[in-house]
Structure formats: structure tokens, C-alpha cells
């Protein structure tokens, strides 16, 4: 069965903290993992998007790893900031599922408190 | 661009009522999809379209229909409400059909209560 988990399920940080984010997939054989952020009562942001022959992507003060054959995947946020505050949801996509669909895990919540 | 727009925000329908959520999208994209997302759960699935006069199934179609006249638009309709499908709903697009490098755009969501 084919799962995306999360964890932590929140995170509670000081501004200017470096942060990692985990993403753990149960099946290697990927199309791509994106990381979103979600914002309360907002649609989804598409953060970083990494293919499956990619190791890692970084815009700004984000990266994004990726690896296949222990099925995880990071997202590293440097000198973080109250504005980062919202939901970071992981999602894959897998060869031979139904075309297109998006894999989500449950989420990590993160606060970042000036 | 507006990119993907979805009206109602908010709704709330009595048991049994139905309605059409609407989505639309001015990008081109020959993708679409709608998932739910649901407290404690990950954004699952509802159904999809490779293109105009194209739909399929995803993981969770029961009590819901799709139509796809056109690029643009893509409507989700509840035929007979019932509490389970209380979620918030939302519509994303990709500019191709084929599965494997791009980004999915997703709207702001319809929240949707069902008493």
C-alpha cells in the first residue's frame, strides 16, 4: 500500500532556528515528491518540486532532498521566520497509480515564535 | 493570470440537497482534478480529467459527479449531500496529461458543511 508519512505533526521553534522537515514514502518506484505549504483556511502553495532522478531542489532559504532507495525525503528550512509559519504537506506521485494522483501525508504544523 | 478559481468559499447544504462546486482555470492545462481534505487525514483523491470530454475516477467518487465541456472549467457535483461529505474541496490543474515533471496548481478550497 502505497503511504506517505509525516513527522513531527507539529513543531514549535524561536525565530532564526534551522529546521528539518521529514517525509517518508513506502514504494521507491516515484514520479516526483513536492513539498506544499498550507497556510489556515488557504489552498495549496507548491514549495519545491524534486523528480524522481533529482537528489535535492532549494529556492531561497529552502532544500529539499530526496532519496529513493530509503524512501524519504527532507525539507531543510534555514533562519527561520514567524512568516513561515503554516502547514508543510509532502506529496508523491508513483508510476502505475492512477494517472496524476498525489500521494499526501497528514502534514507537520509548524510555529515559528519571534 | 487568475490561475485556479473556485467558487463557492464557503457553503453549507442540508442533507440530501445537491450542489456544484465550480473550479475553472485560465492556464491552458489539460489536467484537472479535485481532491477533499478531511481533519487528521491527507487530500485524497475525488476524480480527475485529462482533458475536455475525459474523466475518470480517483479514490473516493462515491456521491459525486464531473463533467469536463470544456479546457477551462471543471464542476464537481454532490447529488444527494449526506454529513460525510462535510470537508473542504479543492481543484488543481497541471499543464499536462501525462504523469511524471510538473507542478500542480491547486485553488483556495470550498468549504463545505452538510447538516
Known amino acids: 500500500k502505497q503511504e506517505v508519512t509525516q513527522i513531527p505533526a507539529a513543531l514549535s521553534v524561536p525565530e532564526g532556528e534551522n529546521l528539518v522537515l521529514n517525509c517518508s514514502f513506502t514504494d521507491s518506484a516515484i514520479y516526483n515528491l513536492q513539498w506544499f505549504r498550507q497556510d489556515p483556511g488557504k489552498g495549496l502553495t507548491s514549495l519545491l518540486l524534486?523528480?524522481?532522478?533529482?537528489r535535492e531542489q532549494t529556492s531561497g532559504r529552502l532544500n529539499a532532498s530526496l532519496d529513493k532507495s530509503s524512501g524519504r525525503s527532507t525539507l531543510y528550512i534555514a533562519a527561520s521566520q514567524p512568516g513561515d509559519s503554516a502547514t508543510y504537506l509532502c506529496a508523491v506521485g508513483w508510476r502505475g497509480s492512477t494517472l496524476g494522483r498525489l500521494y499526501f501525508g497528514r502534514g507537520t504544523q509548524l510555529t515559528v515564535w519571534p | 493570470n487568475a490561475g485556479v478559481t473556485q467558487t463557492p468559499k464557503f457553503q453549507v447544504l442540508k442533507t440530501g440537497q445537491s450542489m456544484t462546486l465550480q473550479c475553472a482555470q485560465d492556464?491552458?492545462?489539460?489536467?484537472m482534478s479535485w481532491y477533499r481534505q478531511d481533519p487528521g487525514m491527507g487530500l485524497r483523491l475525488i476524480h480527475y480529467?485529462?482533458?475536455?470530454?475525459?474523466?475518470d475516477q480517483g479514490e473516493v467518487p462515491n456521491g459525486y459527479n464531473v463533467s469536463r465541456s470544456t479546457t477551462e472549467d471543471f464542476p464537481l457535483r454532490l447529488l444527494s449531500a449526506a454529513p460525510s461529505q462535510t470537508s473542504v474541496y479543492f481543484c488543481?490543474?497541471?499543464?499536462?496529461?501525462?504523469?511524471?515533471?510538473?507542478?500542480?496548481?491547486f485553488g483556495p478550497g470550498t468549504r463545505l458543511t452538510v447538516l
Open positions: 480529467s485529462v482533458g475536455a470530454g475525459i474523466t
Open positions: 488543481a490543474s497541471r499543464p499536462d496529461r501525462i504523469v511524471g515533471t510538473d507542478t500542480q496548481y
Open positions: 524534486i523528480q524522481s532522478s533529482q
Open positions: 492556464m491552458n492545462h489539460e489536467y
